[in-house]
Nanobody, 126 residues
Framework: QVHLVESGGGLVQAGGSLRLSCTVSGRTFSTSGMGWFRQAPGKEREFVAAIRWSGGSTYYADSVKDRFTISRDNAENTVYLQMNSLKPEDTAVYYC???????????????????WGQGTQVTVSS
């Protein structure tokens, strides 16, 4: 069993920054990476960013590339999502997720992930 807890969401003005954290506990050795997804009201959940433990490869949605950075702190079992130059369209509930067997071909697909956090709200005002 893997347990994930997100934190760091909040209200920020357009152009501002936030850093989300996702702390993982439990059988973390059974996972192969972590992803961040988001869901805005009335919209489908969408991929934001992911990182694989092997080699540290990172992946981003085109909409956040060059603005968001995913990173990990092994000692703290925590993955971060640094979000800069935030836009009102970034407003959503952000979820971290982890699973086994993540690779470049499936990290953008939500059903590749087996464990999810509870979500944290990010609101960007214009």
């Amino acid at each position: 069993q893997v347990h994930l807890v997100e934190s760091g969401g909040g209200l920020v003005q357009a152009g501002g920054s936030l850093r989300l954290s996702c702390t993982v506990s439990g059988r973390t050795f059974s996972t192969s990476g972590m992803g961040w997804f988001r869901q805005a009201p009335g919209k489908e959940r969408e991929f934001v960013a992911a990182i694989r433990w092997s080699g540290g490869s990172t992946y981003y949605a085109d909409s956040v590339k060059d603005r968001f950075t995913i990173s990990r702190d092994n000692a703290e079992n925590t993955v971060y999502l640094q979000m800069n130059s935030l836009k009102p369209e970034d407003t959503a509930v952000y979820y971290c997720a982890t699973g086994r067997g993540l690779w470049a071909g499936n990290v953008r697909v939500d059903n590749a992930y087996s464990s999810w956090g509870q979500g944290t709200q990010v609101t960007v005002s214009s």
